[in-house]
């Protein structure tokens, strides 16, 4: 019950800022219209909008993101670990294309040890063998590890079969133990939070005493994640909200979330968990992005050490 009244709450919401989007739209073109000069300038600032989101849409931002643990041993520290989501493959199809392309070089690039994926290859069906095609490249010594999107359900046989077919391990509330000569992290995924079935007690079941990487496409399970997996997961990587896409200087009125901007982008810590949420690579309905821009993250996992002065 709850979840359908907060839907329609963000549905009631949006709304209202389309409202109030085309009023100010329509209301600087009339005022424009009665003035050659300011309907010259108020084109201007249009078609310069469009072509930096686009512009801004085809750029790619590394993101480090240092987590600090004591489970951490030194051969972690030094690991090399990407992070990547929301890649979106659909309409605008060559374009999108060479920026998995250079996304792709750019990764392999980077020589990773491994490379998690927090889900959605794909915005339709249509995009699947052209966003595979290109994922065949990526390499990763100790493996690829991936959770499926909402997105991803829309073909989710074939993605399966490409995923399989390219050694990409899933992670559908599962889990991988990574072990080195002085230690080991664990690598877990849960399934997508709106089609599929999350279950994170299964996910973190084999977690252990180890450093725990959780990945989970939809930001917005951290709301209802129990307190103990919260405890577990010593990093929760998410993605699905593209960063908002389209934002005015914070105010962000297009977040896929029913939470508003609460999980738009960057690292949330509370008392019980921390999660970081990517603004991914892709979006959806339009290959553009205004204060939202693209990125991949380098995961740099330290050692906490106790300060001197306490020991
Ligand atoms: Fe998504």
Redesign the pocket.
Known sequence: MKRINSRKRLKIRELIYLIIGVCIFTGLLFISMKNVFWFGAYTVLCISFVIYAVYENSTLRIKNLVIESDKISSDFENMKIIFFA?IQMDYFYTKNRKKIRKTVNFINQEKPDVILFG??YINKARGTEAVFEELKLLKAEKGIYSVY???DYYDYKKITSRLKDLGIHILKNDSIKLVTENGSIVIAGID?Y?RGEPDVEKALGNSGGNFTVLLC??PDYFEIMPKESKEKADIILS??THGGQLNLFGFAPFV?SRYGSKYRYGLKETENGRIYISSGLGGVVFPMRFMAKPEIVNLILRKKRIPDNRK
Request: proline share 8%; aromatic share 0%; net charge negative.
């Open positions: 929301d889900g959605d999107g909402n997105h997508d709106l496409h939809n993605g699905h896929p």
